[in-house]
């Protein structure tokens, strides 16, 4: 199947199951609501694949009626491989061997500290690239803290919904916006997690 029928697939899909493009949920669909609209071949699912599009489409076959995959949804966004977030060598250099703007950890063999992307959706263009990115784009973060920070981008994303830093105990949930994530590059500052040292000096 080309690629521009997949796409024309998918956009339909999208306004069909009222998709939200921020966070890349919509409800589930029948494939009967593509008639009319779009002809989709009884096998054909190509569309859905990850290489398609960034958005997490979940197809599941009727129940008792074969294998053929007649519901669908959109459920977030698959993650990005760490290749595509690649880190200047001097960056890491200087980052790593900072405390951990959460813990105050200093690095050591029993203390590893990650070079953090401040941005944890990875949707600015010129931090991804190694000669337009600057130390200012990141933090240090022990690997327990960047591990809970994974999780809660995880769930941004998916959700649309920022973290809140009310969870760790701060009179604040945000600095800068509220709890939606617009969605544009700038959609994760004032989070606890965008900055942690920023945060703390904000409060």
Not at 4 to 32: A, L, V
Not at 35 to 54: C, F, L, Y
């Amino acid at each position: 199947m080309p690629g521009s029928k997949n796409k024309k697939i998918r956009e339909t899909f999208f306004e069909i199951s009222k998709t939200d493009r921020q966070t890349g949920w919509g409800k589930k669909i029948h494939i009967s609501e593509f008639k009319g609209k779009i002809e989709i071949t009884n096998n054909g699912v190509q569309w859905i694949r990850p290489s398609a599009g960034p958005e997490k489409i979940k197809a599941w076959p009727e129940t008792g009626k074969g294998n053929r995959r007649v519901w669908f949804q959109a459920q977030g966004f698959h993650l990005q491989n760490k290749e595509d977030r690649p880190i200047s060598s001097k960056i890491l250099k200087i980052v790593k061997k900072k405390r951990c703007v959460v813990t105050l950890l200093k690095p050591s063999k029993e203390n590893q500290i990650e070079c953090d992307h401040k941005n944890g959706r990875y949707n600015d263009e010129r931090i991804k690239k190694l000669d337009t990115q600057t130390v200012d784009d990141f933090q240090p973060l022990h690997e327990s803290m960047n591990k809970k920070k994974r999780e809660a981008c995880k769930k941004c994303t998916n959700t649309g919904t920022r973290f809140d830093a009310k969870e760790f105990g701060y009179k604040k949930s945000y600095i800068k916006g509220n709890k939606k994530h617009d969605g544009t590059i700038n959609g994760c500052e004032g989070c606890f997690w965008y900055d942690v040292l920023e945060f703390r000096s904000n409060l």
